[in-house]
């Protein structure tokens, strides 16, 4: 399937497994990065980074390790662009139009939950009453902490915050 899954569910195997993979990109592009034109550079990351990034992501970006990928993220990007250490790569993400990690998890968020829209109970079904939220998505309440962490609470609050 592609996802290591452990007996805790903290995805810590998983993101290192990522992270393995993204240092050796690091290392390739170090070493092509003076040879090769940047729009290539940016077919790389767009084909290989981007894809291994965004796999299953609305399932382990919650945990707490995915700061390493986050880091490791923005190495590759300062890489492509030539971008010191200390500089900020905010600019660069937006000049190659880039989505972080963050931003792209709560994407891929929104398009889970518009994909799977059938899934959800709006507010709208709940009651009959015309509030202001009542095309939001409904949260059911919870006692797990997992489930709470997981795909369809967060794509519901992500979903909801939409304007």
């Known amino acids: 399937m592609g996802l290591i899954i452990d007996e805790t569910l903290s995805w810590n195997q998983h993101i290192d497994h990522i992270a393995t993979k993204l240092c050796s990109v690091c290392y390739a592009l170090r070493n092509i990065k003076h040879t090769v034109p940047q729009s290539t550079l940016r077919t790389i990351y767009c084909t290989y980074v981007h894809s291994i ?7 382990w970006a919650r945990s707490s390790n995915v700061k390493k990928l986050f880091i490791l993220q923005k190495k590759i ?4 662009t030539k971008t010191g250490v200390r500089e900020s790569c905010k600019e660069a993400f937006k000049n190659m139009e880039i989505m972080t990690l963050y931003s792209q998890y709560i994407f891929s968020l929104i398009l889970f939950t518009v994909k799977n829209k059938h899934l959800f109970t709006s507010s709208r079904e709940i009651h009959k009453y015309i509030t202001r939220n009542n095309t939001d998505l409904h949260l059911p309440t919870v006692n797990v902490t997992k489930f ?3 795909p369809y609470i ?3 609050k ?4 939409l304007p």
């Not at 990034?53 to 399932?59: A, C, N, R, T």
């Not at 990007?77 to 492509?80: K, N, Q």
Request: net charge positive; aromatic share 20%; hydrophobic share 45%.
């Open 53 to 59: 990034l965004s796999y299953g992501i609305i399932f």
């Open 158 to 161: 992500a979903f909801n915050h």
């Open 154 to 156: 967060s794509g519901s």
């Open 77 to 80: 990007v300062r890489i492509i």
């Open 148 to 150: 709470y962490k997981g």
